[in-house]
């Protein structure tokens, strides 16, 4: 499937990136950099919040942007009301890189826009989490689907560590009953299903009526308009990406 075979090469690209910038050097740069913009804060506001995205492709639709540029596109997004930036970092699929994340802070820092920017990748180990903190994130994507409990408590806490707010994906309730036991604090639910690649708007519906207040809920992906986001805000959604 898909999905497998994004997160073997996600394996394979993280021991060479763990040779080229050790973790060591990688925490001398955060200790330098200035505090996190917060996720939830920006996300819990009166009715629904946008996370505009920078995606170059998709596995499921090909090119959609390869000549994209981060730095403008975060800056036209966060200037025309979103709340947040999320960015594609992973190269093979998604032809996203560590250079969209940095050129997007970096462009909305100078702008004066204080938004959150969120990586989104596939994250299956804490390096990631360095990566991220150290490329200017503020926020970073972790999938139920592609992560044991352990593991997941482990990225949450760490993440946490680092003024970094786990945005915490899940497209069916046995994922959403986990992180939920876990203590996830903003949960993202995914209405294209990673395995198959369909959409159904519907999965945002089921599943918004299982988490209770106090935890921000994200609706990921399917979402085509002003009719769509005015539909979440009807199931009481707080933000769409």
């Not at 730095?71 to 560590?98: D, W």
């Not at 909305?108 to 390096?127: E, H, M, N, Q, T």
């Amino acid at each position: 499937m898909i999905l497998d075979a994004i997160v073997a090469r996600t394996r394979a690209d993280l021991a060479v990136r763990m040779a080229q910038a050790p973790a060591d050097a990688l925490r001398e740069r955060i200790a330098t950099m200035p505090a996190t913009v917060d996720l939830v804060g920006a996300l819990g506001r009166p009715g629904v919040s946008l996370i505009a995205e920078c995606k170059r492709a998709s596995p499921s639709r090909g090119a959609l942007n390869t000549g994209l540029n981060s730095s403008e596109l975060a800056v036209t997004y966060a200037g025309a009301g979103a709340a947040a930036i999320s960015v594609l970092t992973e190269p093979h699929y998604f032809r996203g890189s560590a250079d969209d994340l940095i050129a997007a802070r970096r462009a909305l820092d100078s702008a004066g826009l204080r938004r959150p920017v969120l990586r989104k990748d596939f994250i299956i180990a804490p390096y990631q989490l360095l990566e991220a903190r150290a490329w200017g994130a503020d926020a970073v994507l972790l999938i139920a689907a592609v992560l044991d409990d352990r593991m997941l408590a482990r990225l949450m806490d760490e993440a946490v560590s680092l003024g970094l707010t786990p945005l915490v994906e899940v497209h069916d309730r046995e994922e959403l009953q986990r992180v939920l036991a876990l203590g996830a604090g903003v949960v993202g639910i995914n209405n294209r299903n990673l395995r198959d690649f369909r959409v159904d708007l519907n999965t945002t519906r089921e599943l918004r009526t299982c988490v209770s207040g106090g935890v921000i809920v994200v609706s990921e992906s399917g979402i085509r308009g002003p009719e769509d986001v005015a539909e979440l805000g009807r199931m009481a959604v707080d933000a769409a990406l």
